[in-house]
């Protein structure tokens, strides 16, 4: 029988909806299902994993793992990928995984492919898509010459199983000995509580049609009324109206909402690049020849500044 | 004191990409250096003029034939050498991790290697870290600030949604620069007319040893599906934004 081993992300003891996915899909390819879970809350979401079809999970709930260390979790990663013996290794895009893996990959003299969009597992063979040129086109990953294969998925990308019954064998994981040369000594939350811009369901985004950094207050609202992320053209960072994090596109955040509104932003190639594969994009802006509606599901040529507050304000009765 | 820096050739952005045979064509693309590697350039810059003992080396694994322009416009910024190792196009980043880690240790005993967070052609992040792993240095990626110090670095890393770590790393290391980390310096037309008469070591995966048969290949390249085309919605400001609530609820059901 085939195995795959799923490096699982929660929060506080709840699967994250990436690692869902990566079960619900080696699951449905009849894969037996190695995993790792850690930090606080690890058994419990060894728990959650195990009626989503994970057999063996293995699980360290020590403080250490409250805070990314890349030493840390590169060496603990390899220990329960050895002690697994798979061959097939997946995990979800995250700022921690993007990190780690490929230093796990190169350990074990891996094929590493990152940021994929389709997984098809089928025994022991691995393929997946991935866009290549920011989306402007996409390849199949194919994996030759190695044992080992590690792939990377973008989250919302795969159907979730409805959780069953199942009590995996959960085993303790030691923390590896490491030599410390890199230490994190804080972790500076940013006061946002919105979902990251990659993970968002529904983004709406604002360019240098907003005028003005101030305007974006009106992204803030209609994001509240409707659970989204702010995001932003590359022309609004330069300017200094909001962070580069906001950023969507070719140098910025490739982002793949349901919902994708875009106020005020032209769109050149580059920020298009980074938005294309949402599901639905909707268009707002005072030119109609803007390049954006050819992108665009419904589009509506006026002014943003206008038409933004009147839209949160019909979400709101919508939503009531 | 050795610096280097990793940069990579890739398509502008402005770059429409076709697809030819099994692959892309590449006959209309203008290369580049990558974006985030420009800061990478520039962050090995400030940092010798900190240190006017370091030697800044840039390497580029690629076909030389065409990498030679980013190399270029490397010394042209202010670096001092330049490597190119020729490879084959399709090389991956395991591949071009190994060959950047003997390049490396052929020429000398590195103090920082800097390199971009992430290539824009095949978005992978993945070179900098496994170069850190074949050099048995750690490194550090997604960096918007440094403060330097003889032996280490603090280094701010930024993360999901806008948060920072704010990490120790013990040198040498590999340190993987992102937007923000300083301001890239165009290159001046002396520095241009300068950099075309600067030698550039020239070496290939074969001498390095560098078994270049790719663990992942790419086949089956596709363009995304075409949109339907836009449906635009007329009328009164208020009419226009009740009809757009009504159809992202019954048609689109994505509210
Ligand atoms: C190497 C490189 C990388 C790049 N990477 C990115 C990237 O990652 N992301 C990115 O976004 N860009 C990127 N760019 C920049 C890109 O080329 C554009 O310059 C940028 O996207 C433009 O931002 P914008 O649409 O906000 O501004 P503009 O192009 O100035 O467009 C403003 C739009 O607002 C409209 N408008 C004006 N007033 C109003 C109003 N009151 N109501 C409604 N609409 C109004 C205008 O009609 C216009 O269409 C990159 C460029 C380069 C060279």
Known sequence: MSQTFIFLEHSNGKLKSGSKELLSCANNANSEIHALALGSGARNAAEEAGTFGAKVIFVNEGSEYSKYNSELFVETLASAIEQSGSKIILASSSSATRDAFPRVAAKFNAGFASDCTELNLNGDTVTARKPLYSGKCSAQVNFKNCDIKIVLMRPNQIPINDPSSGTPEVKDLQTPSIEAKVTTTEVKASDSTRPDLTEAGIVVSGGRGLQNADNFQLLSEMADTIGATVGASRAVVDAGWVPHSMQVGQTGKTVAPTLYIAAGISGAIQHLAGMSSSRVVVAINKDPEAPIFKKATYGIVGDALEILPKLTEEFKKLLA | ?255
């Open chain 2, 1 to 255: 004191m050795n610096v280097y820096v990793c940069i990579k050739q890739v398509p502008d952005t402005e770059s429409k990409i076709k697809l030819s045979g099994n692959g892309i064509d590449t006959s209309g693309i203008k290369w580049v250096m990558n974006p985030y590697d420009e800061f990478a350039v520039e962050e090995a810059l400030l940092f010798k003029k900190d240190n006017p003992s370091a030697v800044v080396t840039v390497l580029c694994v690629g076909p030389k034939s065409r990498t030679v322009d980013s190399l270029r416009t490397a010394l042209a910024m202010g670096v001092d050498n330049a490597i190119s190792v020729d490879a084959p196009e399709n090389l991956d980043s395991l591949q071009t991790a190994h060959a950047l880690s003997e390049a490396i240790k052929k020429t000398g005993d590195a103090h920082i290697v800097f390199t971009g967070k992430v290539a824009i052609d095949d978005n992978q992040s993945a070179v900098s870290q496994q170069l850190a792993n074949f050099l048995e240095i750690p490194h550090a990626t997604v960096i918007s600030k440094t403060a330097y110090t003889a032996d280490s670095i603090a280094v701010d890393r930024e993360v999901e949604g806008g948060s920072k770590e704010i990490l120790n790393v013990k040198l040498p290391a590999v340190i993987a620069a992102t937007k923000g980390l300083n301001n890239p310096r165009y290159a001046s037309l002396p520095g241009i007319m300068k950099a075309k008469k600067k030698p550039i070591t020239e070496l290939t995966t074969t001498e390095l040893g560098i078994n270049t048969d790719p663990y992942v290949e790419f086949t089956d390249f596709q363009l995304p599906p075409e949109r339907p085309s836009v449906k635009m919605i007329e009328g009164e400001v208020d009419t226009q934004v009740a009809e757009l609530a009504k159809l992202l609820r019954e048609e689109a059901k994505v509210l």
